[in-house]
């Protein structure tokens, strides 16, 4: 158990509706990141957020969005979905924002199917 | 920008036999992460590697850092089943976002 929290682990919805998937970070990480897991894409970074303050975005779609709440919790809201947007949705945490010598842990993710 | 390419994408070997997994980058390596990741599953932190020719060990599994060749080498002694699964490499991609990327992955069988 990494210490990173997600919910849902699974998620079926419609074309064109929205979701929100929730992460919790390990206790004490203040970092926050979203990356997406398919199968023709591999693992992409999606968005990173430090104490509330968005760090750096990735191939992030505009019908995709996150935030940190001030108890560091983060949501990605995913809306007008299209069944491209099937996917595994990791959460990862770490303490600091900088990649060297900060070791960043996984959630199990949340798995969207969109039908 | 930068790109990881992991060798071999797929490898199958006997259980007790030793293997080892390629990770190269296509510029300079700020730091390097192994997981390890069951199908459909989380990633499982293996190792951190933050500077050139350093090399660290957990239980049979060994990853070294080569800085001039922007090249990782995880290696696996004596294989078991519990290996199995897809080992993924990961670096930051320097400059001011400093973000984690992720190579192509690479699936390990290991058979009894």
Known sequence: D???????????TATGQRVTLRC?????????YWYQ????QG???LIHYYNGEERAKGNILERFSAQQFPDLHSELNLSSLELGDSAL???????????????????????LTVV | SQELEQ???????????????NCTSSKTLYGLY??????????????????GGEEKSHEKITAKLDEKKQQSSLHITASQPSHAGIYLCGAGNGGATNKLIFGTGTLLAVQP
Request: charged share 15%; proline share 4%.
């Open chain 1, 89 to 111: 949705y990791f959460c990862a945490s770490s303490v600091r924002a900088g990649i060297s010598g900060n070791t960043i842990y996984f959630g199990e993710g949340s798995w």
């Open chain 1, 43 to 45: 693992l992409q970074f």
């Open chain 1, 2 to 12: 990494s210490g990173v929290t997600q919910t849902p682990k699974h998620l079926i």
């Open chain 2, 34 to 51: 192994w997981y390890k990741q069951k199908y459909g599953e989380g990633l499982i932190f293996l190792m951190m590697l933050q500077k």
């Open chain 2, 7 to 21: 060798s071999p994408q797929s490898l199958i070997v006997q259980e007790g036999k030793n293997l080892t997994i």
């Open chain 1, 24 to 32: 919790s970070p390990r206790s004490g990480d203040l970092s926050v």
């Open chain 1, 37 to 40: 897991q398919s199968l023709d």
